[in-house]
């Protein structure tokens, strides 16, 4: 985005913060004359500081947005996110984020929605969950984590999924993301939050990074499949192909 775009946002004020999948839109007060939308990347951070402070940081900076005392800048090691306008109230319009399929943490989520955002999909569900356009803000931990929870295979073809397989899976997509909030996110890597803190939640993962390790649930061996450079995790004790009847 121009800078000079960015500029004309200067006295007004932040109202508001949404999330679509792994959009955020910054939302400035009714005079503005857009929103910001922006994404983080694979590795993008958003580091919230004082503004008078110089972090150590700096070197991977790619913008800095001054809020009073307060300096939010991005940095990204790896390649860069993105920055962009949009105009005001009509984020979900913009084209990137038009094509995103249901939030399973937004309101109207549900296993209708799920299955809905399947039709015409002869996919793996893991490669359903992955996929932004379909499911929006999955990315693979918590796809794996998610099919764990539902006790279903990630190789599972979503046409062969019944009314009970979404069911669990909408609840399990559910629970999953609400305890990785809870515990701060998951840091594998980089990930640390707005003030530099890591999150928790890596040390809750019950299939993803643990080939090898017992189930938690039937102790069988966690085993890990490496596709397109992705490792996909899973017990191959609890997690059926095909839902069983009582549905997991
Ligand atoms: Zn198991």
């Known amino acids: 985005v121009p800078a000079h775009e960015v500029q004309k946002l200067r006295c007004h004020r932040?109202?508001?913060?949404?999330?679509?999948?792994?959009?955020?839109?910054?939302?400035?007060?009714?005079?503005?004359?857009?929103?910001?939308?922006?994404?983080?990347?694979?590795?993008?951070?958003?580091?919230?500081?004082?503004?008078?402070?110089?972090?150590?940081?700096?070197?991977?900076?790619?913008?800095?947005?001054?809020?009073?005392?307060?300096?939010?800048?991005?940095?990204?090691?790896?390649?860069f996110g993105a920055l962009l306008t949009c105009p005001?109230?009509?984020?979900r319009a913009h084209p990137l984020l038009a094509r995103l399929g249901p939030d399973?943490?937004?309101?109207?989520?549900?296993p209708q929605a799920l299955?809905?955002?399947?039709?015409g999909s002869r996919a793996t569900l893991k490669s359903f969950l992955l996929d932004g356009r379909r499911v929006a803000?999955?990315?693979?931990?918590?796809?794996?984590?998610?099919?764990?929870e539902a006790r279903i295979r990630p190789t599972a073809r979503v046409h062969r999924l019944d009314r009970q397989a979404w069911n669990a899976l909408c609840n399990a997509l559910r629970?999953?993301?609400h305890r990785a909030l809870a515990?701060?996110?998951?840091?594998?890597?980089?990930?640390?939050?707005?003030?530099?803190?890591?999150?928790?939640?890596?040390?809750?993962l019950r299939v993803y990074g643990?080939?090898?390790?017992?189930?938690?649930?039937?102790?069988?061996?966690?085993?890990?499949r490496r596709d397109a450079g992705r490792s996909t995790y899973y017990c191959p004790g609890c997690q059926r192909s095909v839902p069983s009847p009582r549905g997991g």
């Open 14 to 79: 932040l109202v508001d913060i949404e999330r679509h999948g792994k959009y955020l839109v910054l939302v400035f007060g009714d005079a503005a004359p857009h929103s910001l939308l922006l994404h983080l990347g694979m590795s993008g951070q958003i580091r919230l500081a004082p503004a008078a402070t110089r972090p150590r940081w700096t070197l991977h900076e790619h913008w800095r947005l001054r809020f009073g005392p307060s300096m939010v800048r991005y940095v990204d090691p790896r390649r």
């Open 88 to 91: 005001r109230g009509r984020a």
């Open 104 to 110: 399973p943490l937004e309101a109207g989520f549900g």
């Open 115 to 119: 299955s809905r955002a399947s039709r």
């Open 137 to 148: 803000g999955i990315g693979n931990i918590y796809a794996c984590e998610a099919c764990f």
């Open 175 to 177: 629970v999953v993301l």
């Open 183 to 204: 515990a701060g996110g998951t840091s594998i890597r980089d990930y640390v939050d707005a003030r530099g803190e890591p999150g928790w939640f890596q040390h809750e």
């Open 210 to 224: 643990r080939e090898g390790r017992p189930c938690s649930v039937c102790s069988t061996a966690i085993r890990v």
